[in-house]
T-cell receptor, first 114, second 110 residues
Framework: ETGVTQTPRHLVMGMTNKKSLKCEQH?????MYWYKQSAKKPLELMFV???????ENNSVPSRFSPECPNSSHLFLHLHTLQPEDSALYLC?????????????FGPGTRLTVT | GQSLEQPSEVTAVEGAIVQINCTYQ??????LSWYQQHDGGAPTFLSY????GLEETGRFSSFLSRSDSYGYLLLQELQMKDSASYFC???????????FGGGTRLMVKP
């Protein structure tokens, strides 16, 4: 295991539901990331946090809302999603924001929006 | 804008050597990272090249040529467990974060 855990591992939700994805890293890192991985598409960066402050928001729809209460935990709150949001959502961390090139990933949450 | 090109699929036999290429177009290049991802698994960091040349780590090596905007991942003595997707990644234009290539699916056959 890589030291980054994600829950739940699988999630099926309707378009009107509200759910949250959780990520926890046990590596003592200061930067955390959310990615979306869809079939046949490159990993897409969604959000970056450094020391609990959001560094980058890559033009992500507002139906995705991140939260970073401390440097070990990262959440992605989901609301009124669309079927095209079905994907694997990966969390990652790095030692610091400057060590972005070496990231440690969690196993992901496989999200299906019905 | 940025772009990374890598082959979508590569097939090789057990015990062989395989090279996965990555060409990139980006402004402000800082280095090239490589990640491995098994089906259903998390991407795992393999290597990072900031300078030209070959970096060796066990059976895996990574090469970078900044003048050619090109790098490759070399896997030697292939094993069945090496069957996975391999992604190259560069620093994004926006700052200290990664832009990933589309990935190369490596299939190792007996």
């Amino acid at each position: 295991e890589t030291g980054v855990t994600q829950t739940p591992r699988h999630l099926v939700m309707g378009m009107t539901n509200k759910k949250s994805l959780k990520c926890e890293q046990h590596l003592g890192h200061n930067a955390m990331y959310w990615y979306k991985q869809s079939a046949k598409k490159p990993l897409e960066l969604m959000f970056v946090y450094s020391l609990e402050e959001r560094v980058e928001n890559n033009s992500v729809p507002s139906r995705f809302s991140p939260e970073c209460p401390n440097s070990s935990h990262l959440f992605l709150h989901l609301h009124t999603l669309q079927p095209e949001d079905s994907a694997l959502y990966l969390c990652a961390s790095s030692h610091t924001h400057r060590d972005y090139y070496e990231q440690y990933f969690g196993p992901g949450t496989r999200l299906t929006v019905t | 804008g940025q772009s990374l090109e890598q082959p979508s699929e590569v097939t090789a036999v057990e015990g062989a050597i395989v090279q996965i290429n990555c060409t990139y177009q980006t402004s402000g290049f800082y280095g090239l990272s490589w990640y491995q991802q098994h089906d259903g698994g998390a991407p795992t960091f393999l290597s990072y090249n900031a300078l030209d040349g070959l970096e060796e780590t066990g059976r895996f090596s990574s090469f970078l040529s900044r003048s050619d905007s090109y790098g490759y991942l070399l896997l030697q003595e292939l094993q069945m467990k090496d069957s996975a997707s391999y992604f190259c990644a560069v620093r994004a234009e926006a700052g200290n974060m990664l832009t990933f290539g589309g990935g190369t699916r490596l299939m190792v056959k007996p």
